[in-house]
């Protein structure tokens, strides 16, 4: 007689399955970026359509994971590394549990997409699509060069900014180069990914971007998205996208991520360069900055200041 995991095991495994300490960091800050960038310029007032929208981007991207460690489960066994990680290979949870869990995490994704409006609603269709072309082995758009790139970089950046910005306003202009600026750095994070796990992806067959350039211009590909990525921001910070009071909260926010030691990447995996070193002190100057710039505006829309 098969036996089957308990009960609290296989709650255990769905959570391990959306692995959602791995993205909720920079998901939040992104929306609420995007609504910010929004909501400042126009004299919009946030609104609980923030929250809705938050939540169904945290909701898509869990999806994503959630999707991408079923359709790989098969890749992990193969390795006990990634056995261990994903509970569909360890058997905390069978993959049709899994399927069953994505199938409910897409249909909350949606609603929460839809309470912020139709464009907001088409944005999260396509980031959901995406996701899901991503991993999945018909099509597995995660396993063809440029497509892997260009697939992760808008699912898990440009959109889930792009779905905050268009609660508020349909017409992002000079917002494009922030929305830019969070691909490409995206785009670095990818190739940063692809360049950790080159060996082994290398040994199982893949052809992602990493390994059609090779590893020394794939490493110069990554260094070239974080510099176009700033560059990006440049422009949006010359052209008054942002206040210059926020100025302030960064440097605040910068000289308290000194303090922070790190020796693991924004996944939690030992860094592979300089710049794997510093992406969770990135990540702090990032959501401490908005997050000041948050609670000034709703300061002010509550007139307490």
Not at 78 to 91: E, F, H, I, K, Y
Not at 271 to 291: A, P
Not at 293 to 302: D, F, G, P, R, S
């Amino acid at each position: 007689m098969q036996e089957y995991p308990s009960l609290k095991t296989q709650l255990r495994g769905l959570i391990r399955l959306t692995r959602w300490q791995e993205y909720v960091p920079f998901v939040i800050p992104l929306t609420i970026l995007g609504a910010l960038l929004a909501a400042r310029p126009h004299g919009i007032a946030l609104d609980w359509r923030l929250v809705a929208v938050t939540v169904a981007n945290i909701l898509a991207v869990a999806y994503a994971f959630m999707i991408n460690d079923i359709e790989d489960a098969p890749d992990d066994a193969l390795d006990p590394d990634r056995a261990a990680r994903n509970p569909v290979t360890s058997g905390e949870i069978n993959a049709r549990i899994g399927y069953n869990a994505c199938r409910i995490v897409a249909a909350g994704t949606l609603v929460f997409y839809a309470l912020g409006g139709g464009t907001v609603l088409l944005i999260g269709v396509a980031t959901l699509l995406l996701s899901h072309l991503y991993s999945w082995r018909s099509v597995r758009l995660k396993a063809y060069p440029v497509t892997d790139i260009v697939s992760h970089s808008l699912m898990l950046s440009g959109l889930l900014l792009l779905a905050g910005y268009f609660i508020y306003h349909d017409n992002p202009g000079i917002v494009w180069f922030v929305a830019a600026c969070a691909t490409l750095f995206s785009v670095y994070g990818q190739l940063y990914n692809q360049l950790r796990d080159y060996d082994m992806d290398k040994a199982a067959g893949l052809l992602n971007t990493a390994i059609l350039l090779g590893e020394t211009r794939a490493r110069i590909m990554m260094y070239l998205s974080m510099g176009l990525s700033m560059m990006c921001l440049l422009v949006a910070i010359f052209k008054d996208v942002f206040p210059l009071e926020l100025g302030i909260a960064f440097l605040l926010s910068l000289v308290l991520s000194i303090f922070v030691k790190s020796k693991v990447d924004a996944r939690g995996s030992e860094t592979t360069d300089v710049s794997g070193m510093l992406q969770v002190k990135g990540l702090i100057v990032i959501n401490l900055t908005i997050m000041a710039w948050l609670a000034y505006v709703i300061a002010e829309q509550l007139t307490l200041i």
